[in-house]
């Protein structure tokens, strides 16, 4: 269960929720939710923290999440907090 020591980004095919794997005890997310998005950063600390990651990671190597590069990430990113946050 070993978590990539370089940044990795991806996102739900669909492109509503967006992953950044800054480090190995980093997770950014973005959810767009209807015309409103959230954002949560996890910090790795745990066991299920890291059980977590490596879920995720195991999904974009299945094909179930998109692998991205750095400047498609960021301008998603962008567009998705040109939307009212969730409070």
Request: net charge negative.
């Amino acid at each position: 269960m070993d978590t990539p020591l370089t940044p990795s980004w991806f996102a739900t095919p669909d492109g509503t929720t967006l992953y950044a794997l800054t480090g190995p005890d980093r997770l950014v997310e973005h959810q767009r939710v209807g015309r409103r998005y959230r954002r949560q950063v996890l910090e790795v600390k745990t066991y299920a923290d890291r059980l977590h990651v490596a879920s995720l990671l195991e999904r974009v190597d299945a094909g179930w999440l998109v692998r991205m590069e750095a400047e498609a990430y960021a301008e998603a990113v962008r567009n998705i907090e040109t939307l009212e946050p969730l409070p």
